[in-house]
């Protein structure tokens, strides 16, 4: 397999809270068009490892290195402006403003991109219909089901086109109808060039996938792109 650009990359990464390692030294390196399921139990560290991934959180010791820029060497500001142009999130329980529209909660999706309100909107719009909702622009999330909210997340989540998408266990809430179809706009979202990186309790869903990470007390317990004696297929020569 030939090399990939890496997007994100951890080396020897902690992440202490008092009286536990949420990690314990984590390696990984996410290339650029990868899909990839984390699974491990709960309380191995998954979602610490996304948030840093994602830099809603900085390690406590270790490297990140995200679309190659050193998290620890950029201020408070640039970080969000890397976030707001790199990295999307989606939430099992969707994170959606109950009381703004499908279109103003994807809309807002762009609040700091420079954008003006009627851009904002239009691609809003765009990227609902593109994941079926074109005829909900202006349901507010009760009027939703789980999966259309789920749905909105994700349109929220891509609507400034960023280069990665990390998803902490995006159809844990869900029917697996519902879930069927999160998983199905993700592969669409990969086939079209996101760097997807999904957090799951489904055996089924992470086995879809072309490549599986287990965490176990804060580790790596496995890697299937891990080569015997060799490093990381997405940073191998
Ligand atoms: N904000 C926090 N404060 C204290 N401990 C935390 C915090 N977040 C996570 N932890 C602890 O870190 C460990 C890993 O948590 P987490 O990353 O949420 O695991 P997972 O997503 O795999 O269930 C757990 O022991 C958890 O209790
Ligand atoms: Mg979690």
Request: net charge neutral; hydrophobic share 45%.
């Amino acid at each position: 397999m030939t090399a990939r650009e890496p997007v994100v990359e951890l080396r020897d990464v902690t992440r202490a809270y008092p009286g536990v390692a949420a990690l314990a030294g984590v390696d990984l390196t996410v290339g650029r068009g990868e899909l990839l399921a984390i699974v491990g139990p709960s309380g191995s560290g998954k979602s610490t490892l996304l948030n840093i991934m994602g830099i809603l959180d900085r390690p406590t010791s270790g490297l990140v290195r995200v679309d190659g820029h050193d998290v620890a060497a950029l201020s408070d500001r640039g970080l969000a402006a890397l976030r707001a142009r790199s990295i999307g999130f989606v939430f099992q329980h969707f994170h959606l403003a109950e009381s703004a529209t499908a279109l103003d909660n994807v809309a807002d999706g762009l609040l700091y991109s420079g954008r003006s309100r009627t851009e904002r909107r239009e691609r809003g719009a765009a990227v609902l219909a593109r994941v079926g909702l074109g005829e909900r622009l202006h349901h507010r999330p009760h009027e939703l089901s789980a999966g259309q909210k789920q749905r909105v997340a994700i349109a929220r989540a891509v609507v400034g086109e960023p280069g990665l998408l990390l998803a902490d266990e995006p159809t844990g809430a869900l029917d697996s109808a519902s879930g069927a179809a999160v998983m199905e706009l993700l592969h669409e979202l990969h086939a079209g060039g996101t760097t997807i990186v999904v957090i799951t309790h489904d055996q089924d869903i992470a086995a879809s996938l072309p490549r599986q990470v287990a965490m176990l007390d804060g580790r790596v317990r496995y890697d299937s792109a891990a080569r015997p004696g060799g490093r990381e297929e997405a940073t191998a020569c």
